[in-house]
Nanobody, 124 residues
Framework: QVQLVESGGGLVQAGDSLRLSCAASGGTFSTYAMGWFRQAPGKEREFVAAISRSVGITDYKDSVKGRFFISRNNAKNTVYLQMNGLKPEDTAVYYC?????????????????WGQGIQITVSS
């Protein structure tokens, strides 16, 4: 059983940067592909970014490409989401997720473990 804990959220202004971290425990982190999702009020949880377990293959939601960057440190059992140029429409609860696979995925049902989520609010 893998436990995921997000940190680094908060309230920022439009144009600011923020880095989310997700610390994993209870499993072999390097064997999981990792993803970030977000859910705004009244909306479905949506894919934001994903990274493969070892070779660093990444994928992003179109609206965050060039602004958000996912990375991982397998020695620290941590995945990161660097968010630059934040916009009010990025406001949501952000979730870290782990997938028991080498390959990345963009569907939430493809992930096996989830963090509790962390709020990001971007003011205009």
């Amino acid at each position: 059983q893998v436990q995921l804990v997000e940190s680094g959220g908060g309230l920022v202004q439009a144009g600011d940067s923020l880095r989310l971290s997700c610390a994993a425990s209870g499993g072999t982190f390097s064997t999981y592909a990792m993803g970030w999702f977000r859910q705004a009020p009244g909306k479905e949880r949506e894919f934001v970014a994903a990274i493969s377990r070892s070779v660093g293959i990444t994928d992003y939601k179109d609206s965050v490409k060039g602004r958000f960057f996912i990375s991982r440190n397998n020695a620290k059992n941590t995945v990161y989401l660097q968010m630059n140029g934040l916009k009010p429409e990025d406001t949501a609860v952000y979730y870290c997720a782990a997938r028991r696979s080498a390959t990345i995925a963009a569907m939430k049902n493809d992930y096996d473990y989830w963090g509790q989520g962390i709020q990001i609010t971007v003011s205009s």
